[in-house]
């Protein structure tokens, strides 16, 4: 699942794939930083997916 959130500092994705790591793409003026954020348990990066993409539209 990817989720996007665009904002006036640019735009930020969240991509989670069903396992244990989530990854948080930020772009912005021209720049790209990607970042893993990992979890002990899929079920708990689930959660936090869930919840903090929950406002956000699905790409």
Known sequence: MTRYHENRDG???FEYH???AIERIRRYRG???REW???DSA???E???NEHCASVEVA
């Open 37 to 39: 954020l990992f979890f």
């Open 47 to 49: 959660g936090f997916f």
């Open 43 to 45: 079920e708990e990066a």
């Open 11 to 13: 735009q930020e994705f």
């Open 18 to 20: 069903g396992n244990t």
């Open 31 to 33: 720049r790209v930083r």
